[in-house]
């Protein structure tokens, strides 16, 4: 089992910037591969990033790169997400997720763990 606490979440201005943390409690936090998603009001929940169990590899939406960063920390067991140049399109619940099969990461189906969610709103 494991618990995954999302926090780092508030209200910012266009243009800001906000780092989001996911702390993992549990089993080994190097045994998943780890992601970020988030759902806007009245829309589906989308992937954001993810990050390979090592680090070593991350793969972005094509909505956020260049502007976002995923990066995680063996030693704290948590995981981050540093949003630069936000906009108001990225306003949402922001969610951290955790399972050992990169695909069911990637797809955001069939993932594992979930965390409670942490809502983010960029004012224009």
């Known amino acids: 089992q494991v618990l995954l606490v999302e926090s780092g979440g508030g209200l910012v201005q266009a243009g800001g910037s906000l780092r989001l943390s996911c702390a993992a409690s549990g089993r080994t936090f190097n045994y998943y591969t780890m992601g970020w998603f988030r759902q806007a009001p009245g829309k589906e929940r989308e992937f954001v990033a993810a990050i390979s169990r090592s680090g070593g590899r991350t793969d972005y939406a094509d909505s956020v790169k260049d502007r976002f960063t995923i990066s995680r920390d063996s030693a704290e067991n948590t995981m981050y997400l540093q949003m630069n140049s936000l906009r108001s399109e990225d306003t949402g619940v922001y969610y951290c997720?955790?399972?050992?099969?990169?695909?069911?990461?990637?797809?955001?189906?069939?993932?594992?763990?979930w965390g409670q969610g942490t809502q983010v709103t960029v004012s224009s």
């Open positions: 997720a955790a399972d050992p099969i990169p695909a069911h990461i990637m797809g955001g189906t069939l993932v594992d763990y």
